[in-house]
């Protein structure tokens, strides 16, 4: 009697496994196959909408605007906890625009690049010298002209626990990396220097002051961040407006104004001047009667809304008008730190081409109250005083020319019936500092810097598990699933031996 033939001859098996190695193979062509053209004809799909990922209006407006080559230098740990937000970042600037060239240097497993990039960029930036200034930073370079973004500058962080003695941590509350590094692309894409001059001598809020109440530092800082330098200016004896002022800023000024002083800004206004008035809310200095010349109305009053405060004085809004500065901030908010004064257009009749154009820009809610009796810095509501929705900063513009350059062109003014709502510390409250910036490039005719930046807020997410849970997930991890992938194959080598 015969035996059975086996079931798997030699040469059959030969077979089996030579097809599965072709198979095998195949499969590892396709791939990189597939990688290949992913890598070079690449597209991405954004299955489930997520809003901290889209980039702002203003960042898209100043990629689609570069015309020259931008190289961006990661020169980071890859281990640190900033590296991906930073890089994903950059990746999504590349999407919007071929001009950003980018590039990643791990200065712990790459130290000979290393040393060539600090070479060549502490010859270009000559603030970077040695090492512990140029660990984990980002470098932006166009044509000879170099920004630095520092690790330290790309979180904000929560100190309340700390302060309050409650906890021993510090948390990172806010990731401003769109807002650097778009800033420092304009910085280096954009060779035009604009002037910002801020009055002095009238008890202003001074640009070089860092107290969080009284001084403008942080608003200087962000003016210079988008390429406008800052300086002070005093119009007293027999000082001009500088040729090169661009954009002058009068910031809550307590003191009048000298005859001679007034004659100046409305003469640097007549010549096509910008301006941001940002007015005391308790000050009358003079400077009303220049504004009035302009088509702007000031109030001699101030504005409460009991529906939209904090402490009953503040003003919490997102009443904005329909114009190219509060576009971006939809659904925004601003913070007025203290009841501002009414500003409206007092122009009437027939407009021509040399009559100023008012518009509105923010106004209180509907349940405003314009409050004309004021003594001792204490308001008294009476039945006569205007209600509704109050406006209390206004645009101005006079010359049918559009897009004309802020060198000297169409005038442009922007006033605020209140000051401190840009000073140091609440100007990060809310929307204030996209309106800050929104204001400037509107003044200095930037369409292209326009839209709105604001910080990605970080997110925490925390299981919370007893230490009983804590044990049980630790076994299922390190021995239920490896000991069931274990017996499972055990079986199935077990039955084939049988």
């Not at 605007?65 to 950059?90: M, R, Y």
């Not at 004021?374 to 929705?389: E, H, M």
């Not at 069931?484 to 199935?492: I, M, Y």
Request: a positive charge.
């Amino acid at each position: 009697m015969s035996s059975p033939p086996t079931s798997f001859s030699r040469i059959r098996r030969l077979g089996i496994g030579l097809n599965v190695m072709a198979a095998v193979s195949c499969v590892f062509a396709l791939c990189v196959m597939v990688n290949y053209l992913a890598n070079r004809h690449y597209q991405r799909w954004q299955l489930a909408p997520q809003e901290r990922g889209d980039l702002a209006p203003q960042t898209i407006q100043v990629l689609k605007s570069l015309t020259n080559d931008i190289e961006v230098v990661v020169f980071f740990d890859a281990d640190e906890d900033l590296f991906e937000p930073v890089t994903e970042l950059l990746r999504r600037y590349q999407q919007v625009t071929p001009h950003i060239r980018l590039s990643h240097v791990d200065f712990q497993r790459n130290p000979a690049e290393a040393n060539r990039i600090k070479t060549k960029y502490s010859l270009l930036f000559p603030e970077v010298k040695n090492d512990v200034l140029f660990r984990n930073v980002v470098l932006f370079e166009s044509q000879g002209r170099v920004r630095v973004c520092y690790e330290r500058q790309l979180s904000d962080y929560d100190l309340s626990g700390l302060v309050s003695g409650k906890s021993r941590e510090v948390k990172r509350s806010a990731f401003l990396g769109e807002m650097l590094f778009t800033s420092a692309i304009v910085s280096v894409s954009d060779p035009a220097i604009r002037h910002a001059y801020f009055l002095t001598g009238h008890r202003e809020y001074s640009p070089e002051v860092k107290d969080n109440q009284a001084g403008y530092a942080q608003l200087a800082s962000v003016l210079r961040q988008n390429n406008i330098e800052v300086s002070t200016l005093s119009l007293r004896g027999t000082t001009q407006v500088p040729t090169n002022c661009q954009l002058l800023v009068v910031a809550g000024a307590q003191d009048r104004f000298l005859a001679e002083e007034l004659e100046r800004i409305d003469s640097y206004l007549q010549q096509g001047g910008r301006m941001l008035a940002l007015l005391h809310p308790l000050a009358a200095t003079g400077l009303e009667t220049v504004l009035a010349r302009w088509g702007v109305e000031v109030g001699k009053d101030l504005l409460f809304d009991r529906a939209n405060t904090l402490n009953g004085f503040d003003l919490i809004t997102s009443n904005f008008f329909n114009h190219a500065i509060t576009r971006p901030l939809f659904q925004a908010e601003l913070h007025i730190a203290n009841p501002p004064r009414s500003i409206a257009s007092s122009s009437s009749g027939r407009q021509n081409v040399d009559t100023p154009k008012v518009e509105p820009l923010v106004a209180t809610g509907e349940q405003g109250v314009a409050v004309t009796d004021i003594r001792n810095a204490v308001a008294y509501p009476t039945p006569q005083d205007r209600r509704g929705s109050i406006p209390f900063i206004v645009a101005v513009e006079r010359g049918g020319l559009q897009g004309v350059s802020a060198d000297r062109g169409a005038t442009r003014l922007v006033v605020a019936g209140e000051a401190q709502f840009l000073a140091n510390q609440i100007i990060y409250s809310k929307a204030n500092l996209d309106f800050a910036v929104q204001t400037a490039n509107w003044l200095l005719d930037r369409p292209q810097f326009m839209g709105g930046i604001q910080p990605r807020p970080v997110k925490e997410y925390r299981v919370v598990m007893s230490r009983q849970q804590v044990l049980a997930l630790r076994w299922f991890l390190l021995a239920v699933l490896p000991g069931g992938v274990l017996l499972t194959g055990s079986l199935v080598w077990l039955r084939r031996r049988l």
